[in-house]
T-cell receptor, first 120, second 113 residues
Framework: DVKVTQSSRYLVKRTGEKVFLECVQD?????MFWYRQDPGLGLRLIYF???????EKGDIPEGYSVSREKKERFSLILESASTNQTSMYLC???????????????????FGEGSWLTVV | AQSVTQPDIHITVSEGASLELRCNYS??????LFWYVQSPGQGLQLLLK??????LVQGIKGFEAEFKRSQSSFNLRKPSVHWSDAAEYFC???????????FGTGTRLLVSP
C-alpha cells in the first residue's frame, strides 16, 4: 500500500513563529501536494510539486512556501504563522505514468492523515 | 476553470436505508472524477474513481457512482448504509492535463439507528 506520512499530527504554535510541516511518501511518486482543509470550504490546494526542486503555486499560496529537496519529501513552511492559518493540512502524492512529460495518466492521489495546526 | 458542487452539507440516513450523495462538476471535457471519504480526524481514503469506459463505477465498502455526462453529475450511492459509513464525503475532479484535484465542499453523512 502507498504510505504518505505526515510526521506531526497535532501542533500548537505562536503567532509569528516559523512552522515546518513535513511529509514523506514511500512509493517513489513524482507528484506531491499540500492542501488545507477548513469547514465549509473543502480542500484547497496550497502548493504542488512535479519533481525534485520544482514547485507550483496552487489556489491559496499566500503566506506559505514549500521545499522539495528529495523526491520522497515535501515540506510546507509557514514563514510567520498567523491565526488565520489555523487549519488541518493534508499532504498527498501521486505517480505519473507514461513517457516523457505525459502526465495525463489518471493516476490516483493518495493522502496522509493530516496535520492539525493551531496558531495562538 | 473546473469546479465541483456538493449541494448537500449534511445528510441523515437510517441504518439499512439507501444513500445517494450528489456531485455536479463544471468542466469542458471529460474529467477524471473521484469520491473520497474522511473519518473524523483522519485523512482521505479513495472510494472510487472514473476515468473512462463504463459509466457505473464500483468502489470499496459497497459504494458505487454513476457518471452522467448530460447532467454533469457523478453521484455516489450505496444500497444499504451501515453505522460505520458515518463520515464526510468529498467529490473531486481533475482535468486530463494536470494532476491536481479540485474538491467539493463535502457532505457530512450521519447514520441514525
Amino acid at each position: 500500500d502507498v504510505k504518505v506520512t505526515q510526521s506531526s499530527r497535532y501542533l500548537v504554535k505562536r503567532t509569528g513563529e516559523k512552522v515546518f510541516l513535513e511529509c514523506v511518501q514511500d512509493m517513489d511518486h513524482e507528484n506531491m501536494f499540500w492542501y488545507r482543509q477548513d469547514p465549509g470550504l473543502g480542500l484547497r490546494l496550497i502548493y504542488f510539486s512535479y519533481d525534485v526542486k520544482m514547485k507550483e503555486k496552487g489556489d491559496i499560496p499566500e503566506g506559505y512556501s514549500v521545499s522539495r529537496e528529495k523526491k520522497e519529501r515535501f515540506s510546507l513552511i509557514l514563514e510567520s504563522a498567523s491565526t488565520n492559518q489555523t487549519s488541518m493540512y493534508l499532504c498527498a502524492s501521486s505517480s505519473t505514468s507514461g513517457q516523457g512529460s505525459n502526465i495525463d495518466s489518471g493516476n490516483t492521489i493518495y493522502f496522509g492523515e493530516g496535520s492539525w495546526l493551531t496558531v495562538v | 476553470a473546473q469546479s465541483v458542487t456538493q449541494p448537500d452539507i449534511h445528510i441523515t440516513v437510517s441504518e439499512g436505508a439507501s444513500l445517494e450523495l450528489r456531485c455536479n462538476y463544471s468542466y469542458g471535457a471529460t474529467p477524471y472524477l473521484f469520491w473520497y471519504v474522511q473519518s473524523p480526524g483522519q485523512g482521505l481514503q479513495l472510494l472510487l474513481k472514473y476515468f473512462s469506459g463504463d459509466t457505473l463505477v464500483q468502489g470499496i465498502k459497497g459504494f458505487e457512482a454513476e457518471f452522467k455526462r448530460s447532467q454533469s453529475s457523478f453521484n455516489l450511492r450505496k444500497p444499504s448504509v451501515h453505522w460505520s459509513d458515518a463520515a464526510e464525503y468529498f467529490c473531486a475532479v481533475r482535468n486530463t492535463g494536470f494532476q491536481k484535484l479540485v474538491f467539493g465542499t463535502g457532505t457530512r453523512l450521519l447514520v441514525s439507528p
